[in-house]
């Protein structure tokens, strides 16, 4: 009897626990690349250009109830940028930028993300851009909407540190360094 | 009565000519450079320029309103002075309508105007390549049309002071010339 008023009670305690903790939490494990954007603007000669880059894969698995825990990693295809204009675009697949022939994606792979208040979390990892690993910190924010979460974020990255845009190209007057990056990631619930 | 232009219109009509000239031909070579850094800095002066010049031409008709340009003198025939007015306003409308269409081709190729990088024009159209391209054809024969303007109104004014012997051209040089 005994034995088994134990075995509901935690029975009971499990589901009740289990109930409010599921309740709660949400998984994200994977993203909609199609819903999903990275766009970066730079200054070039005192005006903001604004451009995309179109094809990119990345992966996540984060789960609300213990954040710190969460993993993300993003591959961005570099030749599918798009700065604007065609001109642009093939200038920037040349060695003195992105040099795509052989370098032709850009990884990011993150290795600690730290909640910090209101669905901010500061996410920092490394990124390897034309054979430099440098370390990049974000702070993004997640906004959980019906069945879907975005986690929207942005940094600056100085091109000057990867070597984007070397020789002529490093006049940062005409083009400027910092480079402001934002991404915003779909991810359905689990 | 004073046959000349005022000091402020003579000083403002050369200073157009000047930067006219000077931002057609920059227009002019710009877009068969490869790309580099000073393609992009000759389309951000030829951009400044441009709006300068927008600025100047509205500064001139300004001016021109409380100070009348002088009378053409009696010799010339009626149509002639006809012919010459139309074609005065209509090289106004170009200085006018000319940067207009440069603006908006730059706005409609993505590419915001930033006066002398501090100024930002607002942009009135969205990015649409087409239209860009069309305002890119625009902006050139709005271009073309000024041009032949200026080379009948520098060749009249040629006319006026060789064969006409009258004061037509040096009433608007910077210095008097005594007869």
């Not at chain 1, 075995?7 to 494990?29: D, W």
């Not at chain 1, 906004?143 to 940062?172: H, M, Q, S, T």
């Not at chain 2, 000024?146 to 608007?172: E, Q, S």
């Given at each position: 009897?005994?034995?088994?008023?134990?075995?509901?009670?935690?029975?009971?305690?499990?589901?009740?626990l289990?109930g409010?903790?599921?309740?709660?939490?949400?998984?994200?494990?994977?993203?909609?690349?199609?819903?999903?954007?990275?766009?970066?603007?730079?200054?070039?000669?005192?005006?903001?250009?604004?451009?995309?880059?179109?094809?990119?894969?990345?992966?996540?698995?984060?789960?609300?109830?213990?954040p710190?825990?969460?993993?993300?990693?993003?591959?961005i295809?570099?030749?599918?940028?798009?700065?604007?204009?065609?001109?642009?675009?093939?200038?920037?697949?040349k060695?003195?930028?992105?040099?795509?022939?052989?370098?032709?994606?850009?990884t990011?792979?993150?290795?600690?993300?730290?909640?910090?208040?209101?669905?901010?979390?500061?996410?920092?990892g490394?990124?390897?851009?034309?054979?430099?690993?440098?370390?990049?910190?974000?702070?993004?924010?997640?906004?959980p909407?019906?069945?879907?979460?975005?986690f929207?974020?942005?940094?600056?990255?100085?091109?000057?540190?990867?070597g984007?845009?070397?020789?002529?190209?490093?006049?940062?007057g005409?083009?400027?360094?910092?480079?402001?990056?934002?991404?915003?990631?779909?991810?359905?619930?689990? | 009565?004073?046959?000349?232009?005022?000091?402020?219109?003579i000083?403002?009509?050369?200073?157009?000519?000047?930067?006219?000239?000077?931002?057609?031909?920059?227009?002019?070579?710009?877009?068969?450079?490869?790309?580099?850094?000073?393609?992009?800095?000759?389309?951000?002066?030829?951009?400044w320029?441009?709006?300068?010049?927008?600025?100047?031409?509205?500064?001139?008709?300004?001016?021109?309103?409380?100070?009348?340009?002088?009378?053409?003198?009696?010799?010339?025939?009626?149509?002639?002075?006809?012919?010459s007015h139309?074609?005065?306003?209509?090289?106004?409308?170009?200085?006018?309508?000319?940067?207009?269409?440069?603006?908006l081709?730059?706005?409609?190729?993505?590419?915001?105007?930033v006066?002398?990088?501090?100024?930002?024009?607002?942009?009135?159209?969205?990015?649409?390549?087409?239209?860009?391209?069309?305002?890119?054809?625009?902006?050139?024969?709005?271009?073309f049309?000024?041009l032949?303007?200026?080379?009948?109104?520098?060749?009249?004014?040629?006319?006026?002071?060789?064969?006409?012997?009258?004061?037509?051209?040096?009433r608007?040089?910077?210095?008097?010339?005594?007869?």
């Amino acid at each position: 009897m005994s034995y088994r008023f134990l075995q509901s009670a935690a029975l009971i305690a499990a589901l009740t626990l289990g109930g409010a903790t599921c309740a709660q939490a949400v998984q994200y494990k994977q993203v909609n690349a199609r819903a999903s954007q990275i766009s970066f603007t730079y200054n070039q000669m005192g005006a903001r250009v604004y451009g995309t880059f179109g094809k990119f894969e990345a992966k996540i698995d984060f789960d609300s109830a213990n954040p710190e825990a969460a993993r993300t990693s993003l591959t961005i295809e570099l030749a599918s940028i798009d700065a604007g204009s065609s001109d642009a675009n093939s200038e920037l697949q040349k060695p003195g930028w992105f040099n795509t022939a052989v370098y032709p994606q850009a990884t990011f792979i993150s290795s600690s993300v730290k909640p910090l208040a209101d669905n901010r979390y500061q996410v920092s990892g490394k990124l390897a851009l034309k054979g430099q690993t440098r370390d990049v910190s974000a702070e993004i924010t997640l906004k959980p909407d019906n069945a879907i979460g975005v986690f929207n974020g942005e940094f600056i990255l100085k091109r000057g540190d990867f070597g984007i845009g070397e020789g002529e190209w490093g006049d940062y007057g005409v083009i400027s360094n910092d480079i402001h990056i934002k991404f915003r990631m779909v991810a359905p619930a689990q | 009565m004073n046959q000349r232009y005022t000091r402020t219109a003579i000083g403002l009509h050369w200073l157009m000519a000047l930067g006219l000239i000077g931002t057609f031909a920059l227009g002019y070579y710009m877009p068969g450079l490869a790309l580099s850094p000073t393609k992009l800095k000759l389309y951000s002066w030829h951009k400044w320029a441009g709006v300068t010049l927008f600025f100047l031409v509205l500064l001139r008709l300004a001016w021109r309103q409380s100070h009348p340009a002088p009378a053409l003198p009696s010799s010339v025939p009626a149509m002639v002075q006809m012919a010459s007015h139309a074609m005065h306003w209509l090289m106004y409308a170009l200085m006018i309508t000319i940067p207009l269409s440069g603006w908006l081709m730059s706005s409609a190729k993505g590419f915001q105007t930033v006066w002398f990088g501090v100024l930002p024009l607002p942009d009135l159209l969205d990015k649409d390549k087409t239209l860009g391209e069309s305002l890119t054809q625009l902006h050139e024969a709005l271009n073309f049309t000024l041009l032949g303007l200026v080379i009948v109104h520098t060749g009249a004014a040629l006319k006026h002071h060789l064969i006409d012997r009258d004061d037509v051209l040096t009433r608007i040089l910077p210095l008097k010339f005594k007869d």
